[in-house]
Nanobody
Framework: QVHVVESGGGLVQSGGSLRLSCVGH????????VGWYRQAPGQQRELVATVTSGGSSIVVDSVKGRFTISRDNAKNTVYLQMNSLKPEDTALYYC??????????WGQGTQVTVSS
């Protein structure tokens, strides 16, 4: 069992930056693929970025050039650096840890609100 905790959300003006953190407690963190997802009110949860156990990462087109995902296995932590934030980035951001499509853990989310 892995306990996933997100932090770093908040209220920021358009054009501002935030760094989200995702900490995984209770297992061998480095084996997991870690993803950041977001869900805006009335919309489905969508993928934002992922980083594999080997360090390969992707970000979706809507945030490419603005968001960066990285991991520090020594700290059991994955970061999502978000720059040039837009009001449409407003959502509840979730962290997911996945291994072999069998072990699948979610956090409770951290709210990001971008004012125009």
């Amino acid at each position: 069992q892995v306990h996933v905790v997100e932090s770093g959300g908040g209220l920021v003006q358009s054009g501002g930056s935030l760094r989200l953190s995702c900490v995984g407690h209770g297992s061998i963190f480095k084996i997991y693929t870690v993803g950041w997802y977001r869900q805006a009110p009335g919309q489905q949860r969508e993928l934002v970025a992922t980083v594999t156990s080997g360090g390969s990462s992707i970000v979706v087109d809507s945030v490419k050039g603005r968001f960066t995902i990285s991991r520090d296995n020594a700290k059991n932590t994955v970061y999502l650096q978000m720059n040039s934030l837009k009001p449409e980035d407003t959502a509840l951001y979730y962290c997911n840890l996945k291994f072999l499509n069998t072990y699948d853990y979610w956090g409770q989310g951290t709210q990001v609100t971008v004012s125009s």
